[in-house]
C-alpha cells in the first residue's frame, strides 16, 4: 500500500516538473573546442539523462570484471554452507532417529563442509554416543570446552560421559567448572548440590541453595524447604557431640518449615535436654497440626521422662483433639491405652480404623490388647494375627522406590535432596482377606489353620516356619513386637502368631504361605526371628 501511494507521488512530482519545463522553454549552448552546440532546456535534460544511464552501466560492467573472482568465490562458499547445514540437519533428525550410521556420516560431512562450528562438534558428539564409541564422544567435547563459545556445553558433555563410566571425581570437577563460569546453569548447580550433599558437607549446600534461590532457579518455597532439611541433616550429626550447635540449627530448620517431621522431633528432643518442656511439646503440637505422624506421637508421649501411664494418656488425647481423632492419633491413644492397662478405651479408639481394610498396625495393636486380656494364642489374638499377615502396610518413609522406617535428607538412589515422602508403599499383590464374622466362642482350635496367599510374582522372604509339636520342639517363643511395653509382663504376640500359622492338620499350608509373601529388600518386616536365650526383647516399628 505505502509503495503504491510513494508511486503515485513521484509520478506526479516528474509530470509537475515535464509540465514547468514546458511552461518555461530555453536555450543550452555548450562550447567546447571550437564547437558550439545549441538545444532546448527539454532536449538537454533528455541528454543529461540518458548520458547518466549510460555512464552507470558501463560502470557497473567495469565492477562485474572487477568483482568477478569475489563473486565467484562467495558463491562456492555460500553453497558448501548450504550443504553443511543441509548434512546438519539431517545428522540431527539421524540422531533423533537412532540410526547411528547416517549420524556418522552426516557428522563427517557437516565437519568437511563447516568445519569446526559448535553444531558440527556437538552433532559429531552426539552421534558417536547413540553408536557407543566414548572416546569419541569425550574428543568431540573436549573441543567444545577449548573454544569459548561452547565450553560450558563440553563440560556438560564431559559430565554425563563421566557419570556414565562412574568418575564421580571427574564428574564433580565438571560441574564445578560449569556452574563457576555460568552460575545459572541448572544441571550444574544441582550436580554441585548433590556432591556436596553425598560429602555431607552440608554449609555448602546450604550455599548452593541459596545461590540457587537468589537466580531464580528454584522458587522461594522450595528454598526455604530444601534449607530446612540441610540444617535438619547437620543438627543430627551434631545432636550428640554439639548439643548446642544441634539446637541452633534446628531451631531454624523448625522456624523454615514447621511441617518436617524430622526437624520437630529433633527440636522437641533437644529442647526437653535442655529443660523447655513447654517450648518442645509446642513445636510437636505445630508440627501435629501440619501432619500426624507416629514419631511426632511417640516423641509427644515421652517428653517427660517418669510419667505415669496416665500423663501418657492425656497427652495422646490431646493429639487426638488437635487433629480431630486421625488415625494416627487413634493408634498412639490406643498404645497409651494399652500401656495403662485400659483395654476398653484401646478398643473404642481403635474401633473406626477396624471397620474397612485395618492396616498391619492396626491388627497388631488389637492382637497385643486379646493376647493382654485373653492370655497369650488366644483365639482372638491370633485372628487378629491372621489379618495382620495380609493387612494393607502403613506408611513409611519412601524415596525413588526405596522404603524406609528411618528419614534421610538425601535419596540412597540418586542422591536428591528432601526425596523421602511419607506415604503408603504400593500394594503388590493383595492377599485374602480374613473373615470379619469368625464365631468368637468358636474353640482354639478352628483359628489354628492357617490362610494361604497367592504365591508372589517378585522374589519373596518367606517367614521362618514355626517347629512342629511333632518334633518335639518347645513352644516358640516371643519375638518383636508392634509397639513396645512398659511392664515388665511378656505379651508373646509372635506367638500368637505362630501358633495361628502352624499346620493344624495334614495336607496344611507352610507358615510362610499363611504370611503372606514380602517383597526382598522390604524394611519393614511384622515378625522377627525369636531372640537367643537370656536376651531381652527389642522393640521395633514396623509397616
Not at 469368625?438 to 490362610?451: I, K, N, R, S, V
Not at 499346620?503 to 529388600?521: I, Q, Y
Amino acid at each position: 500500500m505505502w509503495r503504491a501511494l510513494a508511486f503515485l507521488a513521484l509520478l506526479a512530482v516528474a509530470a509537475y516538473g515535464a509540465t514547468w519545463v514546458a511552461d518555461h522553454p530555453g536555450t543550452v549552448t555548450i562550447v567546447w573546442n571550437g564547437y558550439e552546440v545549441a538545444t532546448s532546456l527539454a532536449i538537454g535534460l533528455i541528454g543529461v539523462l540518458i548520458a547518466a544511464i549510460l555512464i552507470g552501466f558501463i560502470w557497473a560492467i567495469v565492477r562485474g570484471f572487477i568483482t568477478l573472482p569475489e563473486t565467484l568465490v562467495r558463491g562456492s562458499r555460500d553453497r558448501r554452507r548450504a550443504k553443511g547445514f543441509s548434512a546438519l540437519s539431517r545428522g540431527m533428525v539421524a540422531v533423533g532417529s537412532g540410526d547411528p550410521l547416517a549420524a556418522r556420516r552426516h557428522a563427517n560431512d557437516a565437519e568437511r563442509l563447516l568445519g569446526a562450528e559448535p553444531l558440527t562438534l556437538l552433532l559429531k558428539a552426539q552421534a558417536a554416543q547413540i553408536s557407543g564409541d566414548r572416546e569419541a564422544a569425550e574428543q568431540a567435547f573436549q573441543r567444545m570446552v577449548n573454544d569459548p563459545e561452547t565450553r560450558v556445553l563440553g563440560l556438560r558433555g564431559l559430565f554425563v560421559e563421566a557419570r556414565r563410566r562412574e568418575d564421580d571425581a571427574s564428574a564433580r570437577a565438571y560441574a564445578a567448572e560449569a556452574a563457576r563460569l555460568a552460575p545459572s546453569v541448572t544441571w550444574a548447580n544441582e550436580a554441585v548440590l548433590e556432591a556436596q550433599c553425598a560429602d555431607g558437607d552440608w554449609s555448602g549446600a546450604n550455599e548452593t541453595v541459596e545461590r540457587r534461590a537468589s537466580l531464580g532457579l528454584i522458587d522461594k518455597a522450595t528454598a526455604r524447604r530444601q534449607r530446612a532439611v540441610l540444617l535438619t541433616a547437620a543438627a543430627q550429626e551434631r545432636e550428640a557431640g554439639e548439643p548446642e550447635a544441634a539446637t541452633e540449627r534446628v531451631l531454624k530448620a523448625v522456624k523454615l518449615a514447621p511441617d518436617l517431621v524430622p526437624a520437630a522431633v529433633l527440636a522437641a528432643r533437644l529442647m526437653v535436654r535442655r529443660g523447655d518442656l513447654r517450648k518442645g511439646a509446642k513445636i510437636i503440637e505445630a508440627a501435629w497440626r501440619a501432619g500426624p505422624h507416629p514419631d511426632l506421637a511417640k516423641t509427644y508421649l515421652n517428653l517427660r521422662t517418669g510419667d505415669s501411664v496416665r500423663d501418657r494418656m492425656a497427652r495422646a488425647e490431646t493429639l487426638a483433639k488437635i487433629s480431630s481423632w486421625h488415625p494416627e492419633a487413634r493408634l498412639a491413644m490406643a498404645q497409651a491405652a494399652y500401656e495403662a492397662r485400659e483395654f476398653g478405651q484401646a478398643r473404642e479408639a481403635l474401633a473406626p480404623l477396624l471397620a474397612d481394610r485395618p492396616t498391619v498396625r492396626a491388627c497388631l495393636t488389637m492382637a497385643r490388647i486379646e493376647e493382654a486380656e485373653h492370655g497369650s494364642g488366644s483365639g482372638r489374638a491370633r485372628e487378629w494375627l491372621s489379618r495382620a499377615a495380609h493387612a494393607p502396610r502403613d506408611p513409611l518413609w519412601i524415596a525413588d522406590g526405596i522404603a524406609s522406617e528411618t528419614w534421610a535428607p538425601v535419596s540412597p538412589v540418586s542422591g536428591r535432596l528432601d526425596a523421602f515422602v511419607w506415604k503408603t508403599p504400593t500394594e503388590l499383590i493383595a492377599g485374602p482377606e480374613a473373615p470379619d464374622d469368625t464365631d468368637e466362642t468358636a474353640p482354639e482350635g478352628a483359628l489354628a489353620g492357617p490362610m494361604t496367599a497367592p504365591a508372589p510374582a517378585t522374589t519373596a522372604m518367606p517367614m521362618p516356619p514355626a517347629p512342629s509339636k511333632a518334633d518335639g520342639a518347645a513352644e516358640p517363643k516371643p519375638t518383636t513386637v508392634l509397639f513396645p511395653s512398659t511392664a515388665k509382663e511378656t505379651a508373646p504376640v509372635a506367638a500368637g502368631m505362630a501358633a495361628a500359622a502352624a499346620p493344624s492338620a495334614a495336607g496344611s499350608t507352610s507358615a510362610a504361605a499363611a504370611a503372606g509373601p514380602l517383597v526382598a529388600k522390604s524394611p519393614t518386616p511384622v515378625v522377627f526371628p525369636p531372640p537367643k536365650a537370656g536376651e531381652g526383647t527389642q522393640p521395633r516399628r514396623a509397616g
